[in-house]
C-alpha cells in the first residue's frame, strides 16, 4: 500500500472534511465487493481466467510483435499493408495525424503495458530502444493533448515502473531516470502553447519550433475543446512531482482554473469549445464523450492523485449537473449549456463508454450498471460500438478504431462488483476482436461494423488500453508483479503512482481558485456508501440493475428527441408531437403545429414547407416544443437521405494465407445484382483483357466463372459490367485508376448506370479505391490464387472457412472461435434478421400514405436564415472523437459517381437539400441546433 493510503483503484488521501471521502468510500467498495459475490451469473473458475488472460497476452503479442516487426519506428502500425504510417508520407487524415509526431508513439504508448502484461524483459529491451532511437525535436505540428497524454504519459508510466522494477532489484538495474528526462524535455517543449492570455493551451504546437513562430506553422487557432484543455493535470503534475520543476503543475491547475471560472454559472456544465483568447464557450453543447470527457475524469483523478479537495468538489459540482441534465438512464444526451433540459442531439458517441468506469471510481454504481448494459447491448448487435448511435441505437456513425472505453468501464464495473457477469462481457470483447478485427498483421480497425469492413489503421490507444484492461480483468493479484491498487490510471491508462501525492507538494493550490457552494449530500444517495451494503446484503443487485434494460436496444421503437419536459407528464399534459408521428391530413396535428408557431407553407410546386416563428406560439412552453419538433424534422430527414443512398459493401478476401480475415471497404454500384438482397458472391479473382473493361474481352477464358478486375476509367462502369458479363463473369471488381486513393480518406463512391436501363447487368459490381484495389493486387502476385466474397456485410470466419484449408495455420485465439462455429452461425443468421426487421420498420413507416415524409420535405425550397444548418452533411467544422477538431465532410458525404461528367441522366448522387428553416427569434437554440450534427468524431 502507497503512502498515499491508494485503495481500490486509486483511492485518496483519505485525510479531509468528511463529504469529501466519497471517492475514498467508493474506493472501499471496490475491494469490498470483489470478495462477496456468490450468487448471480455463473462464477468463471481460475482456469478459465487464465486461458483468457494468456489469450490477451498472445494477442497483445500479435499486435506489438506486428508492429515491432513491420512499422517500428514508425508512429502506428497499418496492419492492412503492413507497414509503418508515417506523417507526410500517406494520403493525410486531417486531425487524426495529428497525434503522430514521428516519435514512435506505438512503442512509447505500450511501454507500462508490457510491465502490466509481465513483459519484462520485453518492457526493458523497449526502454532501450526509446533511449536510442526517439526523437522529440521533430519539425511537426503535433496536439498537445494527444501527446500529453500518449507521448509524455507513456514516459511517465514507463519511468514510474521502471523505477519499480529497479527497486524490486532484478530488472531495470541500469536504468538512471532516464524517462523521465526525455518527458521532462517534452514538457517544456510543450510549455509554449499555454502562452495565451487566459492559460489554456494551443491545441497544436510545432514539437521544434514551438509556436507563433513562421516555420512552426501554428498558433492561429482561436478554439479548443474542453477535454483538450483540462487533460493535462495528471500528466503535468506528475511531471512536476517526479522533477521538482513547479512550472508543469502550475500551468495545468491555471488552465483547469480557467475552465472552472468559465463553466455555466446555472447549469455548472461546460460546452464542448472554447476560444483560448476570450475564453467565450464556442460550442455550447454539453455532454459526457467527445470533446469534454476527460476534463471530467481528470478533475476526479486529480483529486485522487494529488488530495486537493478543490478538484472533488468541482467534479462533483458538475457531476450533479450532469446526472441532473445530461443521464437519461441508461442514456447519456447532450444538451445545451443555457437550456439543459434542451437536448443537443439525439445520438451518443462511443467516447462516452469510459463513463461508467468513472462513475465507479466516483462510487455511483447504479447508473454506471445501466450505461455500460446498454452499451453491451450496442455491441452484442453490432459486435463493436460503432462511433456514434442514435438514441434508438441505430448506427449513426459506423466506424470503429478497437476503442478501449467500453474494457476500461468493464473492468471497474467488475472489481467494483465483483459480478462474473462482466467477465462474460470481457469474453465476448476478446472473441469479437479475434474475429473481426484480427489481420494477418495485426487488428484492423472497423470501418463500418455493419459490413466488417477494415481500416488500415492500428492506434497506440489500442495496446496502451485494451490490453491492459482486458489483461487486468482476467488477472487475480499474483498474476501481475507489482500492485496496481498503488497506481492511478490516466486517460490513456498509463500509470502514476500515488505515492506522488506526498511529493514535492509546495504547488499545491498555490493557484487553485475555490469557490464553491456546499453541496446537497442527497444527490448522492446511491453513491458508494450504498453501494457498501447494498453488495454483501444482495448479490444480485447488479443483476437486478441490468435486467430491465435486457432487451433495450432490439426492442426499441424508433424515436427522436427522447427528453419530454417532467413538466409536462406532472401536469397531466399529452407529450408533444414527435416529428415521427406527424401526418399532414391529421387535423388535430395541424393544431398542434399552429400552437407551436409551425406553419405548413403550401409551395406552388407541391412540395410542402414548414417554418417556425417562436414568436407566434401560444406559449413559451409550445414555442420549445415546436423548436424540438423542428429539430426532429430535420434531423429526420438527414437521417432519411443517408438511407436513400446505397451502403458500403464488403470484399472479403477468403483464400490462404486471408481467410476472410481482411475486409475491404468497397463502393456499391446502383445497377447489378443488389448485394444487400442476395446471397453474396464468391469466387477467384482475374483481371480483365483489356483491363479497363471497356471492349469486348480477349480473355474470356479466365474470366469465365471468375470475379472480374476492372480498371476504372475511359468508358461507363455500365459498359463495363457488360463486357465482363458477356465474358462469363459472376461479378465484378472496379478498381480506381487514381493512384494513392483510398477509403480511409476519400467519402464512399457509388457506381451509377449509364442513365439507360441497366436491368440487363445481372452480376454485382463493387468499386474499390486504389490502396484497397492494391491489395488484391499484391496478393495475386504472391499468391496466384486469390478467392474473395463479394457482399453487404462481411461474413463470419468461421463459415466462409474452405474445408481444404482446414489444415492451414491459424492463430491459437482463432482456434479457439472456430471451436464454436455452430453457435457463430446461429449468431450471425440472427444478426442479419435483425437487419432486415430494422430496414423493414423504417419502409412502413415511410410509405405510409398519409404521412408527410422527411423526404417530401426535403425538397423544400430554402427561406432559411442559415443555410448551413439545413444540411448537417455539409461544411461541418467539427471535433475529432480524440477531442481535436476536424472536417467531417469526409467522413459524412456520400458520392455517387458515374464515369463522365457530360451524361445528362445520370444522378451523380447530389446532395437533397433537406428542409429548410427559419428558427428566427430564438437565437441562442439557434446556435445549440446548428451544433446538433456538427459534433465531434
Ligand atoms: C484515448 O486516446 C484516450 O482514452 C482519450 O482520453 C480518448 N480516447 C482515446 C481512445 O479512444
Known amino acids: 500500500m502507497s503512502e498515499a493510503g491508494g485503495r481500490g483503484c486509486g ?41 483468457l488472460g494468456n489469450q490477451v497476452l498472445e494477442m497483445f503479442d500479435h499486435a506489438y510483435g506486428n508492429y515491432m516487426e513491420h512499422a517500428y519506428p514508425a508512429d502506428e502500425l497499418m496492419p492492412l499493408t503492413c507497414r509503418g504510417r508515417v506523417r507526410g508520407q500517406e494520403p493525410s487524415r486531417g486531425d487524426v495525424d495529428d497525434a503522430l509526431g514521428k516519435f514512435s508513439l506505438t512503442l512509447i504508448d505500450s511501454l507500462d503495458t508490457l510491465v502490466v502484461l509481465n513483459k519484462t524483459k520485453e518492457f526493458e529491451d523497449a526502454v532501450r530502444k526509446v533511449l536510442r532511437d526517439v526523437n522529440l525535436d521533430n519539425d511537426v505540428v503535433v496536439s498537445v493533448f494527444e501527446t500529453n497524454i500518449r507521448v509524455l504519459g507513456g514516459l511517465l508510466g514507463g519511468h514510474s515502473l521502471a523505477i519499480m522494477l529497479k527497486e524490486k532489484g532484478e530488472y531495470m538495474q541500469w536504468y538512471n531516470d532516464e524517462l523521465l528526462q526525455m518527458a521532462k524535455q517534452l514538457g517544456y517543449k510543450l510549455l509554449p502553447a499555454f502562452n495565451t492570455t487566459s492559460g489554456l493551451p494551443y491545441p497544436r504546437i510545432n514539437l521544434k519550433f514551438g509556436i507563433r513562430k513562421p516555420e512552426a506553422r501554428t498558433g492561429t487557432e482561436t478554439d479548443t475543446c474542453t477535454a483538450c484543455a483540462g487533460t493535462l493535470i495528471l500528466e503535468f503534475a506528475a511531471l512536476s512531482r517526479f522533477t521538482g520543476a513547479t512550472i508543469f503543475e502550475e500551468y495545468a491547475r491555471k488552465a483547469l482554473d480557467f475552465l472552472w471560472e468559465k463553466r455555466q454559472r446555472s447549469s455548472n456544465l461546460v460546452g464542448v469549445t472554447i476560444n483560448i483568447h476570450t475564453g467565450d464557450w464556442v460550442r455550447k453543447d454539453s455532454g459526457v464523450g467527445a470533446g469534454i470527457d476527460s476534463y471530467y475524469e481528470y478533475l476526479l483523478k486529480a483529486y485522487v492523485l494529488l488530495g486537493d479537495d478543490s478538484f472533488l468538489e468541482r467534479f462533483n459540482t458538475h457531476y450533479d449537473a450532469i446526472m441532473r441534465y445530461i443521464s437519461q438512464p441508461p442514456l447519456l444526451l447532450d444538451v445545451h449549456i443555457h437550456k439543459p433540459m434542451l437536448n443537443a442531439r439525439t445520438w451518443m458517441d462511443a467516447l462516452l463508454a469510459f463513463f461508467p468506469g468513472l462513475q465507479v471510481l466516483k462510487g455511483d454504481i447504479r447508473p454506471a450498471i445501466e450505461t455500460h448494459e446498454m452499451l453491451y447491448q450496442v455491441i452484442k448487435k453490432h459486435n463493436f460500438l460503432p462511433e456514434a448511435f442514435t438514441t434508438d441505437f441505430r448506427v449513426h456513425w459506423a466506424q470503429h478504431p478497437l476503442r ?18 462482466y467477465l462474460e462481457v470481457g469474453k465476448t470483447l476478446i472473441e469479437n476482436l479475434n474475429k473481426y478485427a484480427r489481420v494477418p498483421c495485426g487488428f484492423a480497425a472497423m470501418k463500418d461494423v455493419r459490413t466488417g469492413s477494415h481500416e488500415d489503421r492500428m492506434d497506440s490507444f489500442f495496446l496502451a488500453e485494451m490490453f491492459k484492461y ?3 480483468l482476467f488477472a487475480d493479484k499474483e498474476d501481475i508483479i507489482f500492485d496496481i491498487e498503488d497506481y492511478i490510471f490516466t486517460t490513456e491508462a498509463h500509470l502514476l503512482p500515488l505515492w506522488l501525492s506526498t511529493t514535492n507538494q509546495s504547488i499545491s493550490k498555490k493557484n487553485t481558485t475555490s469557490e464553491y457552494t456546499e453541496l446537497d449530500d442527497s444527490n448522492f444517495d446511491w453513491t458508494c456508501p450504498n453501494t457498501q451494503i447494498l453488495f454483501p446484503n444482495d448479490p444480485l443487485y447488479a443483476q437486478s440493475i441490468r435486467e430491465p434494460l435486457k432487451n433495450v436496444v432490439d426492442k426499441s421503437c424508433p424515436r427522436g428527441i427522447i427528453r419530454v419536459r417532467e413538466e409536462s407528464f406532472r401536469s397531466g399534459a399529452k407529450p408533444p408531437l414527435r416529428a415521427r408521428d406527424f401526418m399532414a391530413t391529421n387535423p388535430e396535428h395541424l393544431e398542434i403545429l399552429k400552437k407551436m408557431g409551425v406553419s405548413l407553407i403550401h409551395l406552388k410546386d407541391g412540395r410542402v414547407q414548414l417554418v417556425q416563428h417562436a414568436i407566434q406560439a401560444a406559449s413559451s412552453i409550445d414555442a420549445e416544443d415546436g423548436l424540438r419538433f423542428m429539430q426532429e424534422m430535420i434531423e429526420l430527414s438527414s437521417q432519411q437521405q443517408k438511407e436513400q443512398q446505397l451502403p458500403p459493401r464488403a470484399v472479403q478476401i477468403v483464400s490462404h494465407p486471408f481467410f476472410g480475415r481482411v475486409v475491404l471497404t468497397a463502393g456499391p454500384a446502383q445497377f447489378g445484382l443488389d448485394l444487400s438482397k442476395h446471397k453474396e458472391t464468391r469466387g477467384f479473382v482475374a483481371s480483365s483483357k483489356p483491363y479497363n473493361g471497356c471492349s469486348e474481352l480477349t480473355n474470356p477464358e479466365a474470366v469465365m466463372g471468375k470475379i472480374a478486375l476492372i480498371q476504372r476509367g475511359q468508358c461507363m462502369f455500365a459498359e463495363k459490367a457488360r463486357n465482363i458479363q ?11 485508376d487514381n493512384e ?7 467519402p464512399l463512391f457509388q457506381m451509377a448506370g449509364d442513365g439507360k436501363d441497366t436491368d440487363d447487368i445481372k452480376i454485382p459490381m463493387l468499386f474499390l479505391f486504389s490502396k484497397e484495389g492494391s491489395i488484391i493486387l499484391d496478393a495475386i502476385r504472391e499468391y496466384e490464387e486469390v478467392e474473395v466474397l463479394l457482399s ?8 466462409l472457412k474452405d474445408p481444404e484449408m482446414e489444415n492451414e495455420e491459424q492463430p491459437s485465439s482463432e482456434n479457439d472461435s472456430q471451436n464454436q462455429s455452430a453457435e457463430q452461425i446461429s449468431s450471425s443468421s440472427q444478426e442479419v434478421d435483425l437487419v432486415d426487421q430494422e430496414s423493414s420498420e423504417e419502409n412502413s413507416l415511410n410509405s405510409h400514405p398519409e404521412s408527410l415524409s422527411p423526404a417530401d420535405m426535403d425538397n423544400a425550397a430554402s427561406i432559411s436564415p442559415s443555410e448551413q444548418t439545413s444540411n448537417p452533411t455539409e461544411n461541418h467544422e467539427t471535433a475529432n472523437l480524440n477531442g481535436e477538431c476536424t472536417d467531417l465532410d469526409n467522413q459524412l458525404q456520400e458520392q455517387s459517381e458515374t464515369e463522365e461528367d457530360s451524361n445528362p441522366n445520370v444522378s451523380w448522387g447530389k446532395k437533397v437539400q433537406p428542409i429548410d428553416s427559419i428558427l428566427a427569434d430564438w437565437n441562442e437554440d439557434i446556435e445549440a441546433f446548428e451544433m446538433m450534427e456538427k459534433d465531434e468524431l
Open 11 to 51: 483511492s485518496p488521501v483519505p485525510q479531509r472534511a468528511p463529504w469529501s471521502l466519497v471517492a475514498a468510500t467508493a474506493a472501499i467498495c471496490l475491494v469490498s465487493a470483489t470478495s462477496v459475490w456468490t450468487v448471480g451469473a455463473e462464477p468463471m473458475s481460475r482456469e478459465e481466467k487464465q486461458k
Open 404 to 421: 478501449p472505453e467500453f474494457a476500461e468501464s468493464t473492468y471497474f464495473l467488475y472489481k467494483a462488483t465483483g459480478d462474473p457477469y
Open 470 to 472: 482486458l489483461y487486468l
Open 726 to 736: 458477356n465474358a462469363g463473369a459472376i461479378g465484378g471488381i472496379v478498381i480506381d
Open 740 to 746: 494513392g486513393s483510398s477509403s480511409d480518406t476519400a
Open 792 to 799: 453487404d456485410k462481411a461474413k463470419d470466419r468461421a463459415i
